[in-house]
């Protein structure tokens, strides 16, 4: 059975999950296509814990997603869904489905809609815009009102002024308390404003009394300091923990009685990325105990178990495992081996979590509750195939760089074709990792699919490999160490006898698309360059991106203070030794990495007569997430490796 990105797309994709209070069964959140192939539409699921077929809880044209039960049972779900039939623009809302069944209820309405919720024992919780100076009745006429005549202008003080996609709007993330059958609605934060923008961590305590929502503020450096704002949501009194100068604290959750809050601390600096620490904090002091400390991971915290037991996750050598952490004994316990685990929750003695890897999309799993014993897939809703997999093989790869640096990769190689070409992928971040992963944006099997062999490196910079292993990034490093690994990786894979080392490309996005432009201007050895949302002139981007102050930091110069520093390892600088035929691929909504770099990067190579094309996707920004466009990125990129891959070797 072939698999291809029509197949891939015609996947379930299993986002999220919730454990009803009597732990027989969960509602499991699973985005399809739509029958368009326009878009991705999710719906919920009831799976039983005892081994009957899964069913449908919902269906129709609407997204219903981010499932939550209450004490009583009651599921409470994120839709777009109308309120009722004449609603004409309808906005994300809270809906419920009740214990004895029925049509879903709207319980929230948000003039400008609910982004994430809570529910702890008799309170639900909403993060929902607000625009500021207009009375909660007016928001919704408002809004449209300057939707339909403006004035459409923004004005800032202070950076940032984008984010991902989209500009910093009027409107402002507030953290709403309503009770569970929608009433007694407050706004707790009602003059938030730049405290709760951006991707936004927080979380409720199970008796609905005690929030930790992060708090950011502009630092010093003009990057984003963070402390945890602990909120009381009866009373709406609040206070700041752990606010400290380029200090981040991230990914909070609260233990079950509210007494604890954990969360990932970091400090920068222009020295040191900083490590990602795993802090436990007392809410009524503000106390702080570092957790782990000696452990040269990033355990990422999920759950409390209980009081004493965090539920955590960490990076290890290209697989992300499940840890439980006794936080008094201060010690870890692994409880999974192989394979990545995300969105681990649970309750009374049920782990569960959602498992993925190269071979297998996600799929909710039990977690045993001690080391030893096999993980128990639950769900298999994604409708993938073994089939679809039994023709790839997936295996490991460690080569020496040029200073000793030992550089983790994986393979994804087509079973039964005799010395295949090879596509190196290259991540992003440069902070990150690729592993033992389902990926849906960057899938090998599809491009295994078409005869390749799939290296995913892990250079410096990556997470999973230790602390000393990601700062070999900062400080300007970026054409470094990180190329110099690559670079192994590459001579490696051109003396293994299974595959064809002559036909080799060079592939990746955002920082990989970057490291993608880099070695355009220092080697010929690859047959094809694939470059996604990448950074060419490192100058220019330093100002345009929608973070400067960190990109600034992380390379310790900026274009006032030492540009030719901060030129030192930028693409822009080479690109008349650029001689290999070159796909360039950007999205125009991208304002991470604004599509100027794409353009001043092809309009440089065409003038050189470098074989090159250009890809925009004008409705798309970091991402390709529509159905159709993500058809047409995976269909373009094997039209151009066919072309000058595929036939030629490398002389």
């Given at each position: 059975m072939s698999f291809d990105v029509l197949a891939m797309l015609s996947l379930g994709r299993v986002n999220s999950f919730a454990i009803a209070p009597n732990t027989s069964w969960i509602a499991v959140a699973v985005a399809r296509n739509d029958t368009d192939r326009a878009i991705f539409v999710s719906s919920l699921w009831?799976?039983?814990?005892?081994?009957?077929?899964?069913?449908a809880l919902t269906r129709g044209v609407h997204s219903d997603r981010t499932p939550a039960f209450g004490d009583d049972g009651t599921l409470f779900f994120l839709s777009d869904r109308k309120r009722t039939p004449k609603e004409e623009d309808p906005k994300t809302q809270v809906w419920a489905l009740l214990p004895n069944g029925g049509e879903p209820m709207p319980i929230t309405d948000e003039p400008l809609g609910v982004s994430s919720f809570r529910v702890g024992g008799d309170r639900l919780v909403a993060i929902a815009?607000?625009?500021?100076?207009?009375?909660?009745?007016?928001?919704?006429?408002?809004?449209?009102?300057?939707?339909d005549q403006g004035p459409s202008a923004l004005h800032y003080k202070s950076t940032a002024v984008r984010h991902w996609d989209h500009w910093i709007g009027l409107a402002a993330p507030h953290v709403i308390v309503y009770d569970t059958r929608g009433g007694g609605?407050?706004?707790?934060?009602?003059?938030?404003?730049?405290?709760?923008?951006?991707?936004?961590?927080?979380?409720?305590?199970?008796?609905?009394?005690?929030?930790?929502?992060?708090?950011?503020?502009?630092?010093?450096?003009?990057?984003?300091?963070?402390?945890?704002?602990?909120?009381?949501?009866?009373?709406?009194?609040?206070?700041?923990?752990?606010?400290?100068?380029?200090?981040?604290?991230?990914?909070?959750?609260?233990?079950?009685?509210?007494?604890?809050?954990?969360?990932?601390?970091?400090?920068?600096?222009?020295?040191?990325?900083?490590?990602s620490a795993l802090v436990v904090i007392d809410s009524a002091t503000g106390s702080a105990r570092?957790?782990?400390?000696?452990?040269?991971?990033?355990?990422?915290?999920?759950?409390?178990?209980?009081?004493?037991?965090?539920?955590?996750?960490?990076?290890?050598?290209?697989?992300?495992?499940?840890?439980?952490?006794?936080?008094e004994a201060d010690r870890h316990t692994r409880l999974t081996t192989g394979g990545t685990y995300v969105s681990v929750a649970c309750r009374k003695d049920l782990i569960l979590g959602i498992r993925n890897d190269v071979l297998t999309p996600p799929e909710v799993c039990?977690?045993?509750?001690?080391?030893?014993?096999?993980?128990?897939?639950?769900?298999?809703?994604?409708g993938f195939s073994k089939e679809f997999s039994e023709w790839a093989t997936v295996s490991q790869m460690r080569v020496t760089s040029k200073d000793g640096t030992s550089v983790h990769?994986?393979?994804?190689?087509?079973?039964?074709?005799?010395?295949?070409?090879?596509?190196?992928?290259?991540?992003?971040?440069?902070?990150?990792?690729?592993?033992?992963?389902?990926?849906?944006?960057?899938?090998?099997?599809?491009?295994?699919?078409?005869?390749?062999?799939?290296?995913?490196?892990?250079?410096?910079?990556?997470?999973?490999?230790?602390?000393?292993?990601?700062?070999?990034?900062?400080?300007?490093?970026?054409?470094?160490?990180?190329?110099?690994?690559?670079?192994?990786?590459?001579?490696?894979?051109?003396?293994?006898?299974?595959?064809?080392?002559?036909?080799?490309?060079?592939?990746?996005?955002?920082?990989?698309?970057?490291?993608?432009?880099?070695?355009?201007?220092?080697?010929?050895?690859?047959?094809?360059?694939?470059?996604?949302?990448?950074?060419?002139?490192?100058?220019?981007?330093?100002?345009?991106?929608?973070?400067?102050?960190w990109f600034?930091?992380?390379?310790?110069?900026?274009?006032?203070?030492?540009?030719?520093?901060?030129?030192?390892?930028?693409?822009?600088?080479?690109?008349?030794?650029?001689?290999?035929?070159?796909?360039?691929?950007?999205?125009e909504k991208d304002y991470r990495v604004p599509i100027g770099e794409a353009l001043v990067l092809y309009d440089a190579l065409c003038e050189q007569n470098v074989n090159a094309e250009l890809l925009v996707f004008p409705d798309e920004n970091h991402w390709i997430q529509k159905p159709r466009n993500i058809q047409r990125w995976y269909e373009a990129i094997g039209e151009f490796l066919d072309r000058h891959v595929l036939v030629h070797a490398r002389a």
């Amino acid at each position: 059975m072939s698999f291809d990105v029509l197949a891939m797309l015609s996947l379930g994709r299993v986002n999220s999950f919730a454990i009803a209070p009597n732990t027989s069964w969960i509602a499991v959140a699973v985005a399809r296509n739509d029958t368009d192939r326009a878009i991705f539409v999710s719906s919920l699921w009831r799976v039983s814990l005892d081994g009957k077929p899964a069913e449908a809880l919902t269906r129709g044209v609407h997204s219903d997603r981010t499932p939550a039960f209450g004490d009583d049972g009651t599921l409470f779900f994120l839709s777009d869904r109308k309120r009722t039939p004449k609603e004409e623009d309808p906005k994300t809302q809270v809906w419920a489905l009740l214990p004895n069944g029925g049509e879903p209820m709207p319980i929230t309405d948000e003039p400008l809609g609910v982004s994430s919720f809570r529910v702890g024992g008799d309170r639900l919780v909403a993060i929902a815009d607000v625009l500021p100076g207009v009375d909660h009745a007016a928001q919704r006429a408002r809004a449209k009102e300057l939707a339909d005549q403006g004035p459409s202008a923004l004005h800032y003080k202070s950076t940032a002024v984008r984010h991902w996609d989209h500009w910093i709007g009027l409107a402002a993330p507030h953290v709403i308390v309503y009770d569970t059958r929608g009433g007694g609605r407050r706004d707790l934060t009602p003059k938030a404003d730049v405290e709760h923008r951006g991707d936004l961590e927080w979380d409720l305590s199970a008796d609905g009394t005690t929030i930790a929502v992060v708090e950011r503020r502009p630092g010093t450096d003009r990057c984003a300091d963070s402390a945890v704002r602990v909120i009381d949501t009866k009373t709406a009194s609040s206070k700041l923990l752990g606010a400290v100068a380029n200090t981040m604290l991230d990914h909070v959750r609260i233990s079950p009685s509210g007494r604890s809050i954990a969360c990932v601390h970091q400090t920068r600096s222009r020295e040191a990325h900083g490590k990602s620490a795993l802090v436990v904090i007392d809410s009524a002091t503000g106390s702080a105990r570092t957790m782990l400390a000696s452990w040269d991971r990033w355990p990422m915290p999920q759950a409390f178990a209980d009081e004493n037991t965090l539920l955590v996750t960490a990076e290890e050598e290209g697989t992300t495992q499940v840890h439980s952490v006794d936080l008094e004994a201060d010690r870890h316990t692994r409880l999974t081996t192989g394979g990545t685990y995300v969105s681990v929750a649970c309750r009374k003695d049920l782990i569960l979590g959602i498992r993925n890897d190269v071979l297998t999309p996600p799929e909710v799993c039990r977690i045993p509750t001690k080391p030893g014993a096999s993980v128990e897939l639950l769900t298999q809703l994604a409708g993938f195939s073994k089939e679809f997999s039994e023709w790839a093989t997936v295996s490991q790869m460690r080569v020496t760089s040029k200073d000793g640096t030992s550089v983790h990769s994986y393979v994804v190689a087509p079973k039964g074709v005799k010395r295949p070409p090879v596509l190196i992928w290259i991540h992003g971040g440069p902070v990150g990792a690729f592993g033992d992963l389902w990926h849906w944006r960057w899938n090998p099997l599809v491009m295994v699919a078409c005869g390749y062999a799939i290296v995913l490196p892990n250079p410096r910079g990556s997470t999973g490999y230790g602390q000393a292993h990601v700062e070999g990034i900062w400080r300007n490093k970026w054409g470094a160490g990180c190329y110099e690994d690559i670079m192994a990786v590459a001579d490696a894979l051109e003396k293994r006898d299974d595959l064809d080392g002559t036909r080799m490309v060079a592939m990746g996005g955002s920082f990989g698309g970057y490291m993608t432009n880099w070695i355009g201007g220092q080697t010929t050895r690859f047959s094809a360059l694939v470059t996604h949302a990448s950074i060419f002139h490192m100058e220019v981007f330093a100002g345009s991106t929608d973070y400067p102050g960190w990109f600034q930091l992380e390379n310790d110069a900026s274009p006032r203070t030492n540009v030719e520093a901060l030129n030192r390892y930028s693409p822009h600088r080479f690109v008349t030794n650029w001689r290999t035929p070159t796909l360039i691929i950007h999205g125009e909504k991208d304002y991470r990495v604004p599509i100027g770099e794409a353009l001043v990067l092809y309009d440089a190579l065409c003038e050189q007569n470098v074989n090159a094309e250009l890809l925009v996707f004008p409705d798309e920004n970091h991402w390709i997430q529509k159905p159709r466009n993500i058809q047409r990125w995976y269909e373009a990129i094997g039209e151009f490796l066919d072309r000058h891959v595929l036939v030629h070797a490398r002389a």
